[in-house]
C-alpha cells in the first residue's frame, strides 16, 4: 500500500506539470484556435533563463526575471510570425508553430549547449523529504502543485473576474463581435501569447529541480501538454488540470507493470486513443473538436 500511494504521488507530480503546460495550449486555442506547438519551448526557456541567471542572482528574482524573458518572447513570436497572417489555414499555423519550435531549440542549443541544468530545490534538497502519512514527499513535490493549483485559480479569476480576460472570452466567442465593441482583436492574441508563455516559464522554474532541463526537453514536454489538451478538452482549462492527473497517474503506475521504456508511449496511445474514439475529449464538448477560423 505504501508503494502505491508513493507512485499515486509521482503520478499527481507529473500529471501537474503536464496539466500546467496543457494549460498554456488552451489559452491560445481560446484567444486564437491556433495549436501552438512551441508551448512546450516556453517550458523550457523558463527553466533554462532561471538557472542562468541564478547564478548572479537571488532565486526569486531570477525566477522573476526569467518570467519577464520568456513573456517578451511570447510577445515577440506572435507579433513577428503570427500576427501578419491573413486567414491562415490550420495546417499553416500548425507548420508555423513547429517551425517556431524548432527555432527556440535550436538558439537555445547555441547559447546553452547539450548541458544537463537544474535550479537548486526551493526548500529543502534532493534527498530530503517530508512524511505525509507513511508517504515520502519531496518538498518541491509541494510546491509543483502548489504552484500549478495557483496558476489554474489565478487564471480562472482572471478570466472571469478581470475587465481583460472577459475581453479575450469575447475575442474567442466571437471576433468580429468584439472589434464591433471596441475591443483590439489583435491585442488580446498578443496578450493570449503572453500569458501562455509565463504560465509555460513558471512551470518551467518550478519543476526543473526535480526533471532538470536542456535545450530539447521542451518537445517531451509539448506532446505530453498536447496529449492532455486533447484529453480534457482543447480550451478547457478546468478539464485539462483532470487529464493532467489520469495521465500522470496512469504513467506513474504503468512502471509496475510494464518496463520504464514504455512510459512515454502511453501518452501517445491515450492521444491516438482518443484522436479515433472521442476528439472533443473526456471533458471537452464535440464543438471544441472543431478547429476555430483564426
Known sequence: MEFFFQYLVAGITYGTIYAIVAIGFNIIYNA????????GEFVMLGGMTAVTLNQFLPMPLAILLAVVLTTIVGALIEIVFIRWLYKPSV????IITIGVSILIREIALHVWGEGVKALPYF?????SSINLGGVYVSSQVLWVVGVGALAVAALTAFFNLAMLGRQMRA????????????IDAGNMVTLSFMISAAIGAIGGAVVCPITYVQYDSGTPLAIKGFTVAILGGLGN???????????GILESFSIWVLPTAYKEAISIA???AILFVKPSGIFGSAEAARLKEF
Not at 123 to 127: A, Q, R, V, Y
Not at 174 to 181: F, S, V
Not at 237 to 247: F, K, N, R, W
Request: charged share 10%; aromatic share 2%.
Open 32 to 39: 486564437t484556435g491556433i495549436i501552438n506547438f512551441a508551448q
Open 91 to 94: 495546417l499553416r499555423m500548425v
Open 123 to 127: 526548500t529543502g534538497s534532493s534527498i
Open 171 to 182: 475575442c474567442a466567442a466571437n471576433r468580429d463581435a468584439a472589434r464591433l465593441c471596441g
Open 237 to 247: 482549462s478546468t478539464g485539462a488540470v483532470g487529464a493532467g492527473m489520469i495521465l
Open 270 to 272: 491515450i492521444l491516438l
